[in-house]
């Protein structure tokens, strides 16, 4: 259910708790996301000619793509990580 480990038996509220932390990054970036999207189509429409225009959605798109990138080499950066650590000790990856 989450990725933080939970041992047993625990309360309720450590359980919320855990849930609630594992869906906070994820839904922040959603939120982002959406929200530059919005922003994007505001202030496009606002320009007075498409060079502005483009210009405006060129920025969004280079913060979101920028975003995620450095989200995903993390990600990536945290696997060769483990898989290098499961090597050195010689436990199975899955």
Known sequence: MT?????PPVHISER???FIGDMA?????YCLGAGTAGATIIGALKCEDGIQAAAVVTAAG???GGMYGFKEWGNTKQEVARVN??????????
């Open 3 to 7: 990725d933080t480990p939970i041992m």
């Open 16 to 18: 919320v708790k855990a």
């Open 25 to 29: 990054r994820p839904f922040a970036l």
């Open 62 to 64: 280079v913060v979101l």
């Open 85 to 94: 650590a499961a090597a050195a000790t010689g436990t199975p990856t899955t």
